[in-house]
C-alpha cells in the first residue's frame, strides 16, 4: 500500500496507487485470482476485491494530489476501469455509483457537505444508489418511496430496484419524494436500521453487482442527510457522462479477457477436425482469423471509449480549473459518448459470440465459463436503449438538434 511518510520517517496517511505502479498491479491480480476462484466455486460476492478496493483507495483515484488522491486524469481512470474489468467487469460495475460520487464531492468541496464525503472517501468508504423503481412511471422523477417529517429528523419508506452496489457499500444515495411531492435525496449508511438488502437480482450476466431490491422500512435520516435531487442536465450545469461511458470501459475489458481466455483455449486445444487445416489448432489459420478479429475487435472498443474520455477530460478540466462549465465541451463529451454506445455494441456482442467458432462443443461446457463474457455484455450494453442514443445522434448529425436533457445524455 502506498503511503504518505513526513521527514522523521512516520507512516502518515495512504494514497491511492498510481496507474503504472507495481501495487495496482498487485491488486489488479489479486482481483482476477479471486474472481477466477469464485467462478470455479459456482459463484460468490466479490467482497474480498471490495476490501482491496477500500485498503488501496481506488475509489480516490480522481481526487488531486494535494487532497490525498492520486490525480488521474479521466482517461487514467477509464484505463484503470478497463483493467478492474478485465480482472473482474462486476467490481467497476459496483463502484460506478461511488465514481459518479466522488465527481461530484470534488466539484462541491467547499461545502460542508462536499468536506464531509471527502473525508469519508479518503477513509476508503464506498458510495452507491438506490434510486431506481420497477414502478416508476417511464421518464418521470418521482418516486414511490417517501421521506416523511418525523420530529426533528425524517423516516424513509420505500422499495428500490436496480440498486447496483448497495448490498456491498457504506453509504447510500437514496432518492425519494418529500411530502410536498418534491424530489428529495438523503445520504444514509448501508447498514443503517430498516435498511434491508435482498439478494435477488437474476440478470443474465453481471450476476454479483448486487443490483437487486433494497427495501426502505421506516429508516432514520436525519437533518443534514437531505440533500437536493440531482436534477436534469441544462445548460450552465455538467452533463456528466462518465456512468454511460464506464459501461463500454467494463466491456472492453470484457473484450480484453475474452480474447486472453480465446488465445489460450486454443493455443492449448490437443484436438483439430479432420477436415480443417492442420493437424493442430493453433496453427490452423481459420482459427487463427477468429481470435485476429476479436482481438481487432477488442482494440477498436477500447480506442473508441478512450478517445470519449479524452472528450470528457476536457470537459472536465475545464469545469475543474476555472469553476464553470463550457456546454461546448459538455456537450462534445456527451455526443460522443453516445456515438461509442451505437457504434460498439454489436461489434461486441458479435464478437463474443464467434469467439466459439475458434472451438468445439467443448469450449460450450459449464465448466469452461466462456458464455460469460456474451452475458455480460449483453447486461451491460441493456442500460439505456441504443434505437433511442441512435436516434438521437442522427438527430444531431441531420438536424442539429440539442441532446435530450435527461441524465442518460
Known amino acids: 500500500m502506498t503511503t504518505h511518510v513526513n521527514k522523521s520517517g512516520t507512516r502518515t496517511d495512504r494514497v491511492p496507487p498510481a496507474l503504472d505502479s507495481d501495487e495496482l498491479a498487485a491488486v489488479i491480480a489479486e482481483i482476477a485470482a479471486d474472481a477466477a476462484r469464485r467462478r470455479d466455486a459456482g459463484g460468490g460476492r466479490p467482497d474480498r476485491a471490495l476490501a482491496l478496493a477500500r485498503e488501496h483507495l481506488l475509489g480516490a483515484v480522481r481526487l488531486p494530489e494535494q487532497a490525498g488522491g492520486a490525480g488521474y486524469s479521466l482517461r487514467d481512470f477509464f484505463e484503470l476501469v478497463i483493467r478492474l474489468a478485465e480482472a473482474d467487469p462486476d467490481v467497476p460495475h459496483i463502484l460506478r455509483g461511488h465514481w459518479g460520487t466522488v465527481e461530484e464531492t470534488w466539484r462541491s468541496r467547499d461545502t460542508e457537505r462536499g468536506q464531509r464525503w471527502l473525508r469519508w472517501i479518503l477513509d476508503g468508504k464506498i458510495f452507491?444508489?438506490?434510486?431506481?423503481?420497477?414502478?416508476?412511471?417511464?421518464?418521470?422523477?418521482?418516486?414511490?418511496?417517501?421521506?416523511?417529517?418525523?420530529?426533528?429528523?425524517?423516516?424513509?419508506?420505500?422499495?428500490?430496484?436496480?440498486?447496483?452496489?448497495?448490498?456491498?457499500?457504506?453509504?447510500?444515495?437514496?432518492?425519494?419524494?418529500?411530502?410536498?411531492?418534491?424530489?428529495?435525496?438523503?445520504?444514509?449508511?448501508?447498514?443503517?436500521?430498516?435498511?434491508?438488502?435482498?439478494?435477488?437480482?437474476?440478470?443474465?450476466?453481471?450476476?454479483?453487482?448486487?443490483?437487486?431490491?433494497?427495501?426502505?422500512?421506516?429508516?432514520?435520516?436525519?437533518?443534514?442527510?437531505?440533500?437536493?435531487?440531482?436534477?436534469?442536465?441544462?445548460?450552465?450545469?455538467?452533463?456528466?457522462?462518465?456512468?454511460?461511458?464506464?459501461?463500454?470501459?467494463?466491456?472492453?475489458?470484457?473484450?480484453?479477457?475474452?480474447?486472453?481466455?480465446?488465445?489460450?483455449?486454443?493455443?492449448?486445444?490437443?484436438?483439430?477436425?479432420?477436415?480443417?487445416?492442420?493437424?493442430?489448432?493453433?496453427?490452423?489459420?481459420?482459427?487463427?482469423?477468429?481470435?485476429?478479429?476479436?482481438s481487432s475487435t477488442t482494440f477498436v472498443v477500447e480506442a473508441a471509449v478512450l478517445a470519449a474520455a479524452d472528450a470528457l477530460d476536457r470537459a472536465t478540466g475545464h469545469l475543474w480549473q476555472h469553476?464553470?462549465?463550457?456546454?461546448?465541451?459538455?456537450?462534445?463529451?456527451?455526443?460522443?459518448?453516445?456515438?461509442?454506445?451505437?457504434?460498439?455494441?454489436?461489434?461486441?456482442?458479435?464478437?463474443?459470440?464467434?469467439?466459439?467458432?475458434?472451438?468445439?462443443?467443448?469450449?460450450?461446457?459449464?465448466?469452461?465459463?466462456?458464455?460469460?463474457?456474451?452475458?455480460?455484455?449483453?447486461?451491460?450494453?441493456?442500460?439505456?436503449?441504443?434505437?433511442?442514443?441512435a436516434r438521437a445522434v442522427g438527430d444531431v448529425v441531420v438536424n442539429d438538434a440539442p441532446l435530450p436533457a435527461v441524465g442518460f445524455f
Open 128 to 294: 452507491a444508489g438506490a434510486q431506481s423503481e420497477l414502478s416508476g412511471q417511464p421518464g418521470v422523477y418521482t418516486y414511490d418511496t417517501t421521506l416523511t417529517a418525523d420530529g426533528p429528523n425524517f423516516r424513509l419508506d420505500g422499495k428500490k430496484f436496480y440498486s447496483t452496489g448497495s448490498s456491498y457499500a457504506d453509504y447510500l444515495r437514496v432518492a425519494a419524494n418529500n411530502e410536498a411531492g418534491e424530489q428529495v435525496s438523503a445520504i444514509i449508511p448501508a447498514d443503517r436500521a430498516g435498511v434491508v438488502h435482498v439478494d435477488d437480482w437474476d440478470g443474465i450476466g453481471q450476476r454479483e453487482t448486487g443490483s437487486g431490491t433494497t427495501l426502505l422500512e421506516h429508516v432514520l435520516v436525519y437533518p443534514e442527510e437531505v440533500g437536493e435531487f440531482r436534477r436534469l442536465p441544462v445548460a450552465g450545469k455538467p452533463r456528466a457522462p462518465q456512468a454511460h461511458l464506464l459501461m463500454h470501459a467494463i466491456a472492453a475489458g470484457v473484450l480484453r479477457a475474452l480474447t486472453a481466455e480465446t488465445a489460450t483455449l486454443l493455443r492449448t486445444r490437443t484436438r483439430a477436425y479432420s477436415w480443417g487445416n492442420s493437424e493442430l489448432a493453433r496453427e490452423d489459420p481459420q482459427l487463427l482469423a477468429v481470435v485476429g478479429s476479436l
Open 323 to 389: 469553476g464553470v462549465v463550457d456546454d461546448d465541451l459538455e456537450f462534445a463529451a456527451s455526443f460522443q459518448t453516445s456515438q461509442v454506445k451505437v457504434a460498439v455494441e454489436q461489434l461486441a456482442l458479435r464478437a463474443a459470440a464467434e469467439a466459439f467458432d475458434a472451438g468445439g462443443a467443448s469450449w460450450t461446457r459449464r465448466s469452461v465459463h466462456l458464455d460469460r463474457h456474451w452475458r455480460n455484455l449483453r447486461t451491460l450494453f441493456s442500460h439505456n436503449p441504443t434505437v433511442y442514443k
